[in-house]
């Protein structure tokens, strides 16, 4: 299947200084095909992706500065273009300003990008007339690369590889089903009474420090941030590609106040924070658990009824040594928030 890999480049002052013109010319590249994508509607006429590559080409001769950006990246952004309008039509597409665009863009053709490791903790790549980049070897790419975008963020410079790695998503994955409960205190509980609470790994690949502790309303929003719920939903979700995994999410509603063994709901049984103790039949769990407990059992209920769509259900996964990088725990479950 498709994947990514990124990595940190280490540009040379001069790499970097070329980064941001080439940057600087897809966003001119891409303001100017928008542009007059929109003057041809104006007048009733279309302008499509083929007409304006041809156009780009012709321009070259007349704007020197055109041809310092490699071509297949300049036409990719018109393509990335064609597609933007596709899907959002040519009045909603953003313009890329100077403040808001963060420098993006890509090389599609992989015979052109050469990457290989030259050290434990370097590698590098080859791209057309950048020459060689030496990037920080964080991973193995695993698989063979497709594609490579180059990016800045804030000061720093990434290259993301498009990777074929050859696997393929089971149909189904063959272990049971598991409720996860996200919480505050602890972030994340599963059903089986396994309690995650540690940083989470985000798409940037920076980690998220869990909270001190303290589960004051005030600073909930706060909490919750910090622990890193997209994070470890992105990891989840994309670990499951590799398992098959079907990931359900399911209403948070009452899943803290529901009796996992005899279905009672009432506030009261809610102890505390950490304990349940049910008023009907006198079960006793940590709250967490007996949650995970309900959400394991909403997701069945849900999975049952065929009824994948309407709860917006996520393919996800649990943990296995391949998805070691996010180590995201088993589950089923997720509720909304
Ligand atoms: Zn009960």
Redesign the pocket.
């Known amino acids: 299947m498709l994947t990514g890999r990124r990595y940190r480049l280490d540009l040379t002052p001069v790499q970097a200084a070329f980064a941001e013109q080439v940057g600087g010319i897809c966003r001119s590249v891409w303001n100017t095909a928008l542009e007059q994508r929109r003057e041809y509607r104006r007048r009733g006429a279309f302008i499509g992706h083929a007409t304006q590559c041809a156009q780009l080409a012709e321009a070259k001769r007349d704007f020197p500065w055109l041809a310092d950006a490699p071509s297949q990246v300049l036409q990719q952004t018109l393509k990335d273009l064609e597609q933007a309008v596709k899907a959002h039509g040519t009045w909603k597409v953003r313009w890329r300003s100077v403040r808001r665009w963060k420098p993006s863009f890509r090389f599609p053709d992989a015979k052109q990008i050469v990457m290989e490791r030259i050290s434990r903790r370097w590698g590098r790549v080859k791209l057309p007339k950048f020459g060689w980049v030496r990037l920080r070897w964080s991973r193995p790419l695993g698989g063979t690369l497709r594609s490579a975008t180059v990016s800045r963020d804030g000061r720093h410079w990434f290259v993301s590889f498009l990777v074929e790695d050859g696997q393929a998503t089971p149909e189904a994955h063959p272990g049971p089903a598991v409720g996860v409960d996200r919480g505050v205190v602890v972030a994340a509980t599963t059903s089986d009474g396994d309690f995650h609470d540690r940083p989470f790994i985000t798409s940037k690949g920076t980690v998220e420090q869990p909270a001190s502790g303290g589960a004051q309303k005030s600073g909930l929003n706060r909490a919750i941030l910090d622990k890193g719920w997209y994070g470890l939903e992105l990891a989840v979700t994309s670990a499951s590609r590799y398992t098959g995994t079907k990931i359900i999410k399911v209403p948070a509603a009452y899943t803290s106040q529901t009796?996992s063994?005899?279905k009672?709901v009432d506030a009261a049984s809610r102890e505390s924070q950490a304990r349940f103790a049910?008023t009907?039949?006198g079960?006793r769990e940590h709250a967490d658990v007996n949650a995970a407990k309900n959400i394991k059992a909403a997701g069945h209920a849900v999975s049952g009824r065929g009824d994948l769509g309407a709860t917006r259900s996520v393919k996800r996964q649990p943990p296995r040594p391949r998805a070691r990088q996010h180590a995201a725990p088993a589950a089923r479950g997720i509720p909304v928030l």
């Open positions: 009796c063994a005899c009672a049910c009907s039949c079960h």
